[in-house]
Structure formats: C-alpha cells, structure tokens
C-alpha cells in the first residue's frame, strides 16, 4: 500500500514563500486564493531568547477527509495512494467542504465556482515528477513521504539540530486522520503545533475568503464564526493543558 503525504521540516522553512509562488503558477490560482499557505507563529519570549517559525499549511490528505463528507456532490475523494482530490465536473461550489476542512486548506474560486485544493500535483507526481512546491524550496524544506514506509515516522537528523526530532502530524484530534507531517525540533513548538489551530492559522484562510469576495450569506454558516470557534477551542485546550 501507498499513502502519500506532504512532510514539512519546519527547521529548514524560512518562509521565503517560494513554494506559495510556484504552486499559484502550477496550478492557475486565481489571486487573492492560495492552495498553501505560510503562517508565521512568533515571535515570542524576550530578546534575545526569541523564538519564531513558518509553518506551511496546505491540504493534510486525510484519511478520513471532512471535505469528502460534507460534499453532497460527492465530487471530493481520496484515491488509492492517499491523495484527496476534486472532481471539477461535479464540484458545485456550494463551499460546504470550505467550512468542513479544519486546516482552512479548501478555497472557493469563486469566479470558476469551484473548490480548490492541493492534491500534491498528482498529475506531475504521474509522470515521477515533484510537486512544485518541493522542486522549488531552497530550503529543501518540503519532501513528498509515504506514509505506509516506516521510514517515513523516522526522527530526522541535519540541519543545524541538536537532537532528532521525529515528524508529528497537525491537530491530530481533529478526527480526520491527518496525512501531512512536520518536523520541528523545540518542544514547546512541538506541544502547539499538535494542539488545536491557534486563530494565526485561521485569519488567512478567512482573509482568502474575503479577497474572493465569497459571501453565503447571513443564513448559511459562516466561515469567519468557525475561526473564532476554533480559536477559543485552541485556547480551551491550552488551559487544560496547563493545568495539567
């Protein structure tokens, strides 16, 4: 078996947003929408103990995507490799799988009425080609990983770190079984970025969102409540975790 994934060495990411360039020319992106996305967290502590990094947010190819259930076209599926994809001859552009995704990794191209996210260049990776995005990073901080190789769950060495540090996934608890890894050495980095997603991570997706000019509606359940929702979540957690 085979289930591909993004693996992010976040030790490597300097945010240069080369990978957001390349990814908008591969794939047409109109503007104003992005199919990843680089959050900046930080910086925090005190000079000259500060501490900040990049974190690359695309589609995580769930293994059990919430985009693909909420889609009543049933236009959203994972394929056999792992890779979740949209069927553009079937996508409405109802924008359910926008609200759904708990990464904010689906846009709504609202011009083509159509969903849109990464799927790791699966045309390209057909050919034994890279996804853009991983042939374009100086950092070489971007890597296509199968998830089905242990090799893959290994602790990775390099890169001025002082210790291994072995790949963690992005909000497991969202129930989705989250395919993309990240690879951060501080552990205080490491215990948030498996917590739920701050309101940092959240706010570009809803700015996208507005660029596009993407309105429901007062009826229909609107994107910017979910990010708030997620935020006070993220801070509910942070308070259990701490008083733990």
Known sequence: ???????????????????????????HVPAGLSLIRLVQVGPEGEFPA?????????????????????????????AENGLVTVDAEKCTGCGDCVEACPYGAVVLDVAGCLARKCDLCIDLLSEGGRPACVSVCPGKALQVVDLDDPAAHGPASGA???????????RPSAGTDPG????????????RLSAPLLQAVE?????????????????EHDAQADGVGL????????????SQ
């Not at 085979?2 to 360039?21: E, K, S």
């Not at 997706?205 to 007062?218: L, N, P, T, V, Y």
Request: with cysteine; glycine share 6%.
């Open 1 to 27: 078996m085979t289930r591909l994934a993004l693996l992010a060495d976040l030790d490597r990411c300097t945010g240069c947003q080369t990978c957001v360039v390349a990814c908008k020319v591969q794939k």
């Open 50 to 78: 500060l501490a900040m990094y990049y974190l690359p947010l695309a589609c995580q190819q769930c293994g059990r995507p919430a985009c693909a259930a909420s889609c009543p076209e049933e236009a959203i599926r994972r």
């Open 160 to 170: 001025g770190r002082r210790r291994p540090a072995a790949p963690i996934a992005l």
């Open 180 to 191: 993309g890894r990240f690879i951060l050495t501080v552990q205080e980095w490491r215990d």
């Open 203 to 219: 706010q570009p997706h809803r700015e996208h969102q507005e660029r596009a000019g993407h309105d429901r509606g007062s009826s």
């Open 231 to 242: 935020a006070h979540q993220a801070q509910q957690d942070g308070e259990k975790a701490t």
